[in-house]
């Protein structure tokens, strides 16, 4: 079994900035992709940040410059770094975690419960 557990959210004012924690433990092999991803209400979940364990990240467009995901892979931890935050950035953030798990070596996917980011204006 994996868990997983975001922390760091918060009521911040637009132009401040916050630091989203995500850590993965339990029983599996390896990690592959850690992911951001956020809901706001009334709309449908979306992709903010990706690191692979190859180092590579991707971001969503309207995040780019503002945003930056980085990796511990030896804690198996992902953070967040959300700077220049907006009040359309307020929404709850969760991390999905892909992780290889058996003997068979097949990767799940697994999501935290979430923390909420409010932005005011």
């Known amino acids: 079994q994996v868990q997983v557990v975001e922390s760091g959210g918060g009521l911040v004012q637009s132009g401040g900035s916050l630091r989203l924690s995500c850590i993965a433990s339990?029983?599996?092999?390896?990690?592959?992709?850690m992911s951001w991803y956020r809901q706001a209400p009334g709309k449908q979940r979306e992709l903010v940040a990706a690191s692979t364990s190859a180092g590579t990240t991707n971001y969503a467009d309207s995040v780019k410059g503002r945003f930056t995901i980085s990796r511990d892979s030896a804690k198996n931890t992902v953070y967040l770094q959300m700077d220049s935050l907006k009040p359309e950035d307020t929404a709850v953030y969760l991390c999905?975690?892909?992780?290889?798990?058996?003997?068979?070596?097949?990767?799940?996917?697994?999501w935290g419960q979430g923390t909420q980011v409010t932005v005011s204006s």
């Open positions: 339990g029983s599996f092999f390896s990690i592959n992709t």
């Open positions: 999905r975690v892909n992780a290889v798990v058996g003997t068979a070596g097949s990767s799940y996917l697994y």
